[in-house]
């Protein structure tokens, strides 16, 4: 049974910092791309970032030079470091697995099988 919990969200003023961080537990978290995704109210669900199972990385452009995803697979861990937030970025992020090495469309929230319930982020101006 694979499971994705998310935890770090919260309130921050825009110009500051959050770290989301996501567990993972039930497969061989090695072999999955991970990916992190945000959904404001209203909106389709978007990909933020996401990191193959050998830690090659991609960024929404929207979010370039702000955030930075990695992941420790030793711990089992993913983990959005978040800068310079703007009240755009609020949302409710979510971590998502897929269970391969690497996908063509690692932004497209299609790509991903197991999803966790989600971290809420609000930045206020």
């Known amino acids: 049974q694979v499971q994705l919990v998310e935890s770090g969200g919260g309130s921050v003023q825009a110009g500051g910092s959050l770290r989301l961080s996501c567990t993972a537990s039930?497969?061989?978290?090695?072999?999955?791309?991970m990916g992190w995704f945000r959904q404001a109210p209203g909106k389709e669900r978007e990909g933020v970032a996401a990191i193959d199972s050998d830690g090659s990385t991609m960024y929404a452009d929207s979010v370039k030079g702000r955030f930075a995803i990695s992941r420790d697979n030793a711990k089992n861990t993913l983990d959005l470091q978040m800068n310079s937030l703007k009240p755009e970025d609020t949302a409710m992020y979510y971590c998502?697995?897929?269970?391969?090495?690497?996908?063509?469309?690692?932004?497209?929230?299609?790509?991903?099988?197991?999803w966790g319930q989600g971290t809420q982020v609000t930045v206020s101006s």
């Open positions: 039930g497969y061989t978290y090695g072999r999955y791309c």
């Open positions: 998502a697995a897929e269970p391969a090495i690497w996908v063509p469309y690692g932004l497209d929230p299609g790509s991903y099988k197991y």
